[in-house]
Nanobody
């Protein structure tokens, strides 16, 4: 299994932008769909965004669509998420994940859940102040 490490979290103000990254400390992203999830205090894990193994298809939750952009560079074993126009409701620990399924096909309307992913990073805290 690929081992994942997130970086780039921090404290920002509402309306600011922030990019967080995920790198493979062991193994490779190649062939994996990659996802970002978040968990706010007292709440369950929430899907944020995902990218197919080719990067040709991306998926976003309704709450971040139009504000967040997921991107990946398999040559660098890195997946980023650019977060724009941040809101206090985006405050959470953000974790990246890899599905561990070689080149699995996901349809255009696929609804990702944490059950789709096998490997997880420890997470990075993003705090948005009002």
């Amino acid at each position: 299994q690929v081992q994942l490490v997130e970086s780039g979290g921090g404290l920002v103000q509402a309306g600011d932008s922030l990019k967080i990254s995920c790198a493979a400390s062991k193994g490779t992203f190649s062939g994996n769909a990659m996802g970002w999830f978040r968990q706010a205090p007292g709440k369950g894990r929430e899907f944020v965004a995902a990218s197919t193994e080719s990067g040709s298809r991306t998926y976003y939750s309704d709450s971040v669509s139009g504000r967040f952009i997921i991107s990946r560079d398999d040559a660098k074993n890195r997946v980023d998420i650019q977060m724009n126009n941040l809101k206090p409701g985006d405050t959470a620990v953000y974790s990246c994940s890899a599905d561990g399924k070689e080149s699995r096909y996901y349809g255009m309307s696929y609804q990702f859940s944490s059950d789709d992913f096998a490997s997880w990073g420890q997470g990075t805290q993003v705090t948005v102040s009002s």
